[in-house]
């Protein structure tokens, strides 16, 4: 609930603190402007709190963007690779990351606190329509493409694919997962709705 994203489905995605947002929709969102005024957030000049305070990015993914999801780290969830130590990304417990699915195929990861591009996830062959994190912190990415197949990402592994799901005969729309994690649901074109149990 930290930051709110948003793309005009063009290669531009704006991140912008929800607090932010909060304060602009009471801002001018509302008829009594002199009520609105005063619930403006002192405004603080030290160095210290501007560090760690949530700002604005504008990021541009280098084609036109088709899909948006946040995920963030649960440390006590482990990757499924064995080799750990060789991982370039250590996720910590505050990590928050975007991913943005692209016109080309790509997948690109985010770290939203500094706007920095983390992973370039390349396998899809047609447009990514959705992206789907795993709700228990797994860092489990899910991506239903145009290309007619889901694909599972482990991005505690480095973004290594885990798996390839096929099964719709048309276009994949969209993918979601049950609350525990365990259940992925999608559906495409042809108005199928496709279940598979993750383990």
Known sequence: GSYFAWSQ???IVKLVPWSQCLNNFLLHGTKNVANATSTRLPRQNSDSSQKNKPCEHIIDCGDIVWSLAFGSSVPEKQSRCVNIEWHRFKFGQDQLLLATGLNNGRIKIWDVYTGKLLLNLMDHTEVVRDLTFAPDGSL????????????VW????DGNMMKVLRGHQNW???CAFSPDSSILCSVGASKAVVAAILV
């Open 154 to 157: 482990d991005l505690k592994d």
């Open 140 to 151: 489990i990415l899910v991506s239903a493409s145009r290309d007619k197949t889901l694909r």
């Open 172 to 174: 994949v729309y969209g």
């Open 9 to 11: 489905g063009h290669r």
